[in-house]
Nanobody, 117 residues
Framework: QVHLVESGGGLVQPGGSLRLACAASGIIFRFDAISWYRQAPGKERESVATITRVSITNYADSVKGRFTISRDDAKNTVYLQMNSLKPEDTAVYYC???????????WGQGTQVTVSS
């Protein structure tokens, strides 16, 4: 079973940037994909960005052009570069490994991102 630990969150002003990291305890290449999710207060968890084993990426419409997902297989780490942040990006961000489109790892504690002036 893979364990993933999210880091890099914080408080940032609108228009600012953050880079999140998702560090895995095992080899991420064995999974079909790694996804970043977020959950805002009172809302359901939603998928934000996905990167496949061969680095094909997919983004939610709300973050296209602003967020970039990338992976470093040598470090078993997936990153989420977030630019032009908006208050509506405020949420706890999580990552998980996917097999056949299903999240297979235990959910971690996530990392809090707060966008506020």
């Amino acid at each position: 079973q893979v364990h993933l630990v999210e880091s890099g969150g914080g408080l940032v002003q609108p228009g600012g940037s953050l880079r999140l990291a998702c560090a895995a305890s095992g080899i991420i290449f064995r999974f079909d994909a790694i996804s970043w999710y977020r959950q805002a207060p009172g809302k359901e968890r939603e998928s934000v960005a996905t990167i496949t084993r061969v680095s094909i990426t997919n983004y939610a419409d709300s973050v296209k052009g602003r967020f970039t997902i990338s992976r470093d297989d040598a470090k078993n780490t997936v990153y989420l570069q977030m630019n032009s942040l908006k208050p509506e990006d405020t949420a706890v961000y999580y990552c998980n490994a996917l097999t056949r489109g299903v999240a297979v790892g235990p959910w971690g504690q996530g990392t809090q991102v707060t966008v506020s002036s």
